[in-house]
Nanobody, 128 residues
């Protein structure tokens, strides 16, 4: 069973860059046909798929986030990372990393059941 764990700051100031890492255990991020996503849930709203990196390093982004988001990976650490630039208070949310099949790429209204495994989520608050 693949397990994921998000790490990062709980508080970020407006206009700064949010950086979160997801460490994977029980499986490799380079295993064929695994897709590794970042999803967030703002308070009182549904899940938002932000982007993903594939088993071979390709990246996909939601149009809503593409201009200020970057996803990368460190295969030596079995980690993948989200960077979100120029954050505002509207970026306050619980951020999750998750893995799922190709069909999870670009989901407009993702649900927990769409993905095979999730991290526990990490609360990020954007405030001065």
């Amino acid at each position: 069973q693949v397990q994921l764990q998000e790490t990062g700051p709980g508080l970020v100031e407006p206009s700064q860059t949010l950086s979160l890492s997801c460490t994977v255990s029980g499986g490799s991020i380079t295993t064929n046909y695994y897709y590794w996503s970042w999803i967030r849930q703002p308070p009182g709203k549904g899940l938002e798929w932000m982007g993903a990196i594939t088993y071979n390093g390709e990246t996909y982004y939601s149009p809503s986030f593409e201009s200020r988001t970057s996803i990368s990976r460190d295969t030596s650490k079995n980690q993948f990372t989200l960077q979100l630039n120029s954050v505002t208070p509207e970026d306050t949310a619980v951020y999750y990393c998750a893995t799922g099949p190709r069909s999870t790429i670009g989901l407009v209204r993702p649900t927990f059941s769409d993905f095979a495994s999730w991290g526990q989520g990490t609360q990020v608050t954007v405030s001065s």
